[in-house]
C-alpha cells in the first residue's frame, strides 16, 4: 500500500535551517508529484508548494518562495523540503502529501518542527 | 490566491443528526474543491475530490455538491467518529488553498 514515512521531530534555534524527508513507498514515485503542506499548532493548513519527482520541478507558494527549497532523490525514493532563515512562526507540523489529480490521496505522518531560541 | 471561506468555524451536533458545511471560494473554481476530515493527532484524510467524488472507504453518509464558488459538505446520519475537523481545499489554481476549517462536534 502507498506510504509516506517523514523523518522525525526537530527542535532549532531562530535563524538555523531544517530539512525534512518524505520517504515514499508502494507506488511508482516518480508518477505523481509530491506537495507540503504546513500547520501552525491549533490551525489551519497552509499548502506551502509541490515537486514533480520525475523532473525536479517546483511550484512554491508566494509566502516560501524564498526561504523554501523541494528537492527528490529518486534513488531513494524520497523528497526533502528545507526551510531557511526559520522564525518562531514556523513552528508547525509540516506535512508531505501524495498528489492524485491535484488532491492530496496520501499523507505523511507529519513532522513537528519547533522553532525555540 | 483564491480565498476559501469555511462556514461555519464550529458545530455541535447528534448522533444521527444531518450536518451542512459550506466552502465559498473568491472566485470560481469549477469542480476543484476537496473535502478532509482531520481528528487531533492526526494527518489529515481525503473525503471527497472533484466536488463530489468519494474517496474510496470513506461510508457513504458523506456527500458534496456545489460548483463556481459555493461548495457543500454534507455529513448525514451523523456518528461518534464523525467528530473531527473539516476543511475544504481548492486545486483550481496554485498557490492551492484551503478554509479555515469547521470544527465538528458531536
Known amino acids: 500500500q502507498v506510504q509516506l514515512v517523514q523523518s522525525g521531530a526537530e527542535v532549532k534555534k531562530p535563524g538555523a535551517s531544517v530539512k525534512v524527508s518524505c520517504k515514499a513507498s508502494?507506488?511508482?514515485?516518480?508518477?505523481?508529484?509530491i506537495h507540503w503542506v504546513r500547520q501552525a499548532p491549533g490551525q489551519g493548513l497552509e499548502w506551502m508548494g509541490w515537486?514533480?519527482?520525475?523532473?525536479?520541478?517546483?511550484i512554491y507558494a508566494p509566502k516560501f518562495q524564498a526561504r523554501v527549497t523541494m528537492t527528490v532523490d529518486r534513488s531513494i525514493n524520497t523528497a526533502y523540503m528545507e526551510v531557511t532563515s526559520l522564525r518562531s512562526d514556523d513552528t508547525a507540523i509540516y506535512y508531505c502529501?501524495?498528489?492524485?489529480?491535484?488532491?492530496?490521496?496520501?499523507w505523511g505522518q507529519g513532522t513537528l518542527v519547533t522553532v525555540s531560541s | 490566491d483564491i480565498q476559501m471561506t469555511q462556514s461555519p468555524s464550529s458545530l455541535s451536533a447528534s448522533v444521527g443528526d444531518r450536518v451542512s458545511i459550506t466552502c465559498r471560494a473568491s472566485?470560481?473554481?469549477?469542480?476543484?474543491l476537496a473535502w478532509y476530515q482531520q481528528k487531533p493527532g492526526e494527518a489529515p484524510k481525503l473525503l471527497l475530490y472533484?466536488?463530489?467524488k468519494l474517496q474510496s472507504g470513506v461510508p457513504s453518509r458523506f456527500s458534496g455538491s456545489g460548483s463556481g464558488t459555493e461548495h457543500i459538505l454534507t455529513i448525514t446520519s451523523l456518528q461518534p467518529e464523525d467528530s473531527a475537523t473539516y476543511y475544504c481545499?481548492?486545486?483550481?489554481?496554485?498557490?492551492?488553498?484551503f478554509g479555515q476549517g469547521t470544527k465538528l462536534e458531536i
Open positions: 502529501a501524495r498528489d492524485n489529480g491535484g488532491t492530496f490521496h496520501s
Open positions: 508502494g507506488y511508482s514515485f516518480t508518477g505523481n508529484s
Open positions: 515537486i514533480i519527482p520525475s523532473n525536479g520541478g517546483t
Open positions: 472566485q470560481g473554481i469549477t469542480n476543484s
Open positions: 472533484a466536488t463530489s
Open positions: 481545499h481548492q486545486y483550481y489554481t496554485t498557490p492551492n488553498t
